[in-house]
C-alpha cells in the first residue's frame, strides 16, 4: 500500500489556522500562534516536521495542503 508523509514547515506558519479548521485530529494552534502537526517528528536536517500517514488521509490532508496561505504543509509518497 502506498504510503505518504506530511511535511511541515513550522517557521513559515503564520497562524491562520486554516488546518485546525479543517482537520483538527492532526492539527492544533498553539499558545504562539503556530499549527502543531500532531505526533509529528522534527527532522533536524531539515528542519520541518514529518508525519507519516497512509493513502485516505493523503486524501484528506490535501484540503489542508491547499488551504494553507503560505504553503508550508507539503504531502510526499514514501514509496
Ligand atoms: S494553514 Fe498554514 S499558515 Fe495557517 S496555521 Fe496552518 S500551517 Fe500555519
Redesign the pocket.
Known sequence: MTKYKII???K???????????SKEL?K?NTK???E?KGAKLNETTGKYELEIDEAEAKKQNL?VG???????KIEKTN
Request: charged share 15%; hydrophobic share 40%; glycine share 14%.
Open positions: 511541515y514547515d513550522q513559515s506558519c503564520i497562524g491562520a489556522g486554516e488546518c485546525e479548521a479543517l492539527w494552534m500562534g503556530k499549527a502537526l489542508v488551504s494553507c496561505p503560505v504553503g508550508c504543509i
